[in-house]
């Protein structure tokens, strides 16, 4: 597993990765870890401290078999904390050596699969390894005069008849969710956060660079394609079938290309939190002033990119929610919290957030009631925000490719809605 590749440029301060947490914080974990029983990663961890990569190597698999030893929540935090460190000392012998997307590799996996303590480094250094390999790329590109091509994610309109023919039924029937151009912020807690009721804001995302570029391909594929991300693959995160993989944003996006699928079948990414991962894409969008309504905090921050034809079964959150559809559209729909014990519940404790019902093929023998509920519901067209009440039900269906994100916050405490 050792490289016997040289150095790509003489040694200077561009060569190493600066970890200042993980230089002050190292003696203090490796007791942490060997108190835990990990003295074989502490022997090896040790040698990767003075750069022996097969060691680092070594170290990073024994913390990936401590991280799936048993379910996610009876994993100890050291030794997650222990992959992230692993995982920096690979990817600097990756950097040093010139191998930036396998430096890059190795950072992603620390931050999606690691611990806290470290992940200050993780992201200041993939920013590093991010902006080298980046004008490396571009340099390359000018030497033999390429020039990106316009590629859309998303092209063709669907007509009214088209998107029937994709609804369940009733839809678009009953209440349409009322629309508001440029709502201020004081008409939207007035008619609408403190009633506790939905609303479609448009003309709010005009100025992200986001309404631009996420309908780019090229674009994309230049600020994320060598990241690492966890994709979903299957029909629903309900479903047993459904697993998920750890594939590069690039791989994803031919898939999105192939109507999003793999031979497993769809492949979407499902309520991620891509922005704390890719800082590109971070700053090409904004935080709408309405999430700061009831004084509280964002507490979520995260994606939804998938392909036509995937369906988020009913669902609600504690926290109140602005989904802002940035390429493609949705239709949506919402059944409020009065009618939870209506909409029937779970029996598993991990999804009693979620309902048994799927709106496409409703059991009448089983749901006898449904068809008589009251529901409001919409077309998300591209360039709006949709507020959802916290605990109101959802039912989203992508009606194109789709790249959104979810704004998740809650009030400040002593302060309630209806």
């Given at each position: 597993?050792?490289?016997?590749?040289?150095?790509?440029?003489?040694?200077?301060s561009?060569?190493?990765?600066?970890?200042?947490?993980?230089?002050?914080?190292?003696?203090?974990?490796?007791h942490?870890?060997?108190?835990?029983g990990?003295?074989?990663?502490?022997?090896?961890?040790?040698?990767?401290?003075l750069?022996?990569?097969?060691?680092?190597?070594?170290?990073?698999?024994?913390?990936?078999?401590?991280?799936?030893?048993?379910?996610?929540?009876?994993?100890?935090?050291?030794?997650?904390?222990?992959?992230?460190?692993?995982?920096?000392?690979?990817?600097k012998?990756?950097y040093?050596?010139?191998?930036?997307?396998?430096?890059?590799?190795?950072?992603?996996?620390g931050?999606?699969m690691?611990?806290?303590?470290?992940?200050?480094?993780?992201?200041?250094?993939?920013?590093?390894?991010?902006?080298?390999?980046?004008?490396?790329?571009?340099?390359?590109?000018?030497?033999?005069?390429?020039?990106?091509?316009?590629?859309?994610?998303?092209?063709?309109?669907?007509?009214?008849?088209?998107?029937?023919?994709l609804?369940?039924?009733?839809?678009?029937?009953?209440?349409?969710?009322?629309?508001?151009?440029?709502?201020?912020l004081?008409?939207?807690?007035?008619?609408?956060?403190?009633?506790?009721?939905?609303?479609?804001?448009?003309?709010?995302?005009?100025?992200?660079?986001?309404?631009?570029?996420?309908?780019?391909?090229?674009?994309?594929?230049k600020v994320?394609?060598?990241?690492?991300?966890?994709?979903e693959?299957?029909k629903?995160?309900?479903?047993a079938?459904?697993?998920?993989?750890?594939?590069?944003?690039?791989?994803?996006?031919?898939?999105?290309?192939?109507?999003?699928?793999?031979?497993?079948?769809p492949?979407?990414?499902?309520?991620?939190?891509?922005?704390?991962?890719?800082?590109?894409?971070?700053?090409d969008?904004?935080?709408?002033?309405?999430?700061?309504?009831?004084?509280g905090?964002?507490?979520?921050?995260?994606?939804w990119?998938?392909?036509?034809?995937?369906?988020?079964?009913?669902?609600?959150?504690?926290?109140?929610?602005?989904?802002a559809?940035?390429?493609?559209?949705?239709?949506?729909?919402?059944?409020?919290?009065?009618?939870?014990?209506e909409?029937?519940?779970?029996?598993?404790?991990?999804?009693?957030?979620?309902?048994?019902i799927?709106l496409?093929?409703?059991?009448?023998?089983?749901?006898?009631?449904?068809?008589?509920?009251?529901?409001v519901?919409?077309?998300?067209e591209?360039?709006?925000?949709?507020?959802?009440?916290?605990?109101?039900?959802?039912?989203?269906?992508?009606?194109t490719?789709?790249?959104?994100?979810s704004?998740c916050?809650?009030?400040?405490?002593?302060?309630?809605?209806?």
């Open positions: 597993m050792s490289s016997s590749t040289a150095p790509a440029t003489t040694s200077d561009s060569d190493h990765l600066h970890t200042p947490t993980l230089d002050r914080e190292s003696s203090a974990l490796l942490s870890i060997s108190e835990h990990g003295y074989a990663y502490v022997s090896m961890a040790s040698l990767a401290i750069g022996d990569f097969r060691a680092a190597e070594a170290a990073r698999e024994m913390a990936w078999e401590q991280l799936h030893s048993g379910p996610r929540h009876s994993v100890l935090p050291v030794w997650r904390d222990a992959y992230s460190m692993a995982c920096l000392h690979v990817a012998h990756h040093i050596n010139g191998q930036f997307k396998e430096a890059l590799r190795a950072l992603d996996m931050l999606i690691g611990g806290s303590l470290l992940k200050k480094d993780l992201s200041s250094v993939v920013d590093k390894v991010s902006e080298r390999f980046k004008n490396i790329r571009a340099s390359k590109e000018t030497r033999e005069g390429f020039r990106m091509s316009e590629h859309r994610l998303v092209s063709n309109e669907l007509n009214q008849v088209e998107v029937h023919k609804l369940p039924s009733n839809s678009l029937s009953y209440k349409i969710v009322e629309k508001r151009s440029a709502l201020s004081e008409s939207f807690l007035e008619d609408y956060y403190r009633s506790g009721y939905p609303i479609i804001i448009s003309d709010c995302m005009a100025h992200w660079p986001a309404k631009t570029k996420w309908n780019d391909i090229d674009y994309l594929q994320a394609g060598d990241r690492t991300i966890p994709v693959v299957g629903s995160y309900l479903r079938e459904g697993k998920h993989e750890l594939v590069t944003f690039s791989e994803f996006l031919q898939r999105m290309e192939s109507h999003g699928c793999s031979s497993a079948g492949t979407y990414l499902a309520q991620y939190p891509l922005f704390d991962q890719i800082n590109e894409l971070r700053k969008i904004c935080i709408p002033d309405y999430c700061l309504a009831g004084g905090e964002l507490r979520s921050l995260n994606a990119f998938g392909p036509a034809g995937m369906v988020t079964p009913l669902h609600h959150d504690p926290h109140h929610n602005i989904l559809q940035v390429v493609g559209k949705n239709y949506v729909r919402l059944y409020p919290p009065s009618l939870s014990r909409l029937y519940h779970y029996t598993e404790t991990l999804l009693m957030n979620s309902r048994q799927d496409d093929k409703v059991d009448e023998k089983m749901f006898p009631g449904l068809q008589d509920l009251e529901f519901d919409c077309i998300l591209e360039g709006e925000l949709l507020y959802i009440p916290q605990r109101w039900w959802r039912h989203v269906r992508s009606l490719t789709g790249f959104s994100v704004f916050w809650s009030e400040a405490e002593g302060s309630a809605t209806p």
